[in-house]
């Protein structure tokens, strides 16, 4: 299993309450098959995409493009550039927990993309409490976070001394299983049936280890691709280019722990400005300025409009 990322996608803090916790997310999978790239096999020259109109088949000065969506058959709404700007959610430095569920109530199809979630500076002690409280208590936490300008529900859930921040689906992406052709109660299983299926399922019995398993497409692809570059069949490509990560946000400061948990239970809206340190302990957080200016957050029952066919064909700005 790789290590840990060494790029930072992400700083900013978790706020639950009056708590903040500054926090650095790094991605938490890696794309480990190779990447193809189109080549004209002539020049020896990368292809790159070309907007072509469908209609004429001429290319497009890119000047002359704007972005539309599909309100209806063959009927778009287009938008300039600045109402999508306006329209993008305002960036912030903080993933607010909103509400606290049952750890397995999450709908597997929903997770989309983990983050390993670091503390940073003074975040060490409210960051292990958060950890151990999700632990002892079975919840994961749900919040909203915005990444390179797009907003993305997420769960902050507890991983061995860690934890990780999943990047969720939203509602309207995820297709329930209306129309499918699944058995009911009318078909029956046999009692020798569901033993001898509980002995099959008992002897392919094990620990989940997940370095057992390869994936042999990519094997057997990167020894072709080994055994030909041995082989001196390697090409030189014009104007082959990567892709730049994502930027980096810059993270918050955040004071007393107990003081801010205290406060957070009795609902006060309001906490003092950090005066130095603390003499009660050495280890507080420091308190974010503006938190003194906000009411802390309640869990809220998730309500949702009915959608409307514009809403659920957005566009990706």
Do not use: C
């Not at 309450?17 to 096999?41: C, N, Y």
């Not at 305002?90 to 929903?110: N, R």
């Not at 609902?267 to 938190?291: C, E, H, I, Q, Y």
């Amino acid at each position: 299993m790789p290590s840990a990322s060494t790029r930072v996608t992400w700083k900013g803090a978790i706020s639950f309450g009056l708590v903040h916790i500054p926090i650095e997310l790094r991605s938490a999978t890696l794309e480990s098959r190779p990447q193809f790239k189109w080549i004209d096999s002539q020049s020896k020259s990368a292809v790159g995409n070309q907007q072509v109109s469908k209609a004429t088949g001429q290319a497009i000065d890119p000047e002359k493009l704007v972005k539309g969506v599909e309100y209806d058959d063959g009927q778009f709404v287009t938008l300039t550039k600045e109402e999508i700007r306006a329209a993008l959610p305002k960036t912030t430095q903080t993933i607010e927990i909103e509400a606290f569920v049952d750890a397995g109530s999450i709908p597997l199809a929903f997770f989309l993309k983990p983050y390993h979630v670091s503390p940073l500076g003074k975040g060490q002690k409210a960051y292990a409490l958060l950890r151990e409280t999700l632990k002892k208590t079975g919840k994961v936490g749900i919040a909203k976070v915005v990444i390179s300008t797009r907003q993305h529900l997420a769960a902050l859930l507890p991983q061995d001394n860690g934890m990780l921040l999943n990047l969720l689906r939203w509602e309207e992406e995820v297709r329930d299983m209306t129309g499918l052709a699944l058995p009911d109660a009318s078909v029956a299983v046999s009692d020798k049936e569901m033993k001898m299926a509980e002995m099959l399922v008992n002897d392919l019995a094990a620990e989940w280890s997940p370095g057992l398993f390869h994936d042999e497409f990519k094997e057997q692809l990167q020894t072709l691709i080994e055994t030909k570059a041995k082989a001196g069949k390697l090409i030189s490509v014009a104007n082959a280019s990567g892709s730049e990560g994502e930027p980096v946000r810059s993270s918050g400061e955040v004071l007393n722990l107990t003081e801010l948990l205290q406060q957070s239970l009795r609902g006060k809206g309001t906490a003092p400005r950090p005066s130095g340190k603390s003499s009660n302990d050495s280890n507080v957080t420091p308190l974010r300025a503006a938190a003194a200016k906000k009411a802390p957050a309640k869990a809220r029952a998730f309500a949702k409009a009915p959608a409307t066919k514009a809403a659920g064909k957005r566009a990706s700005a």
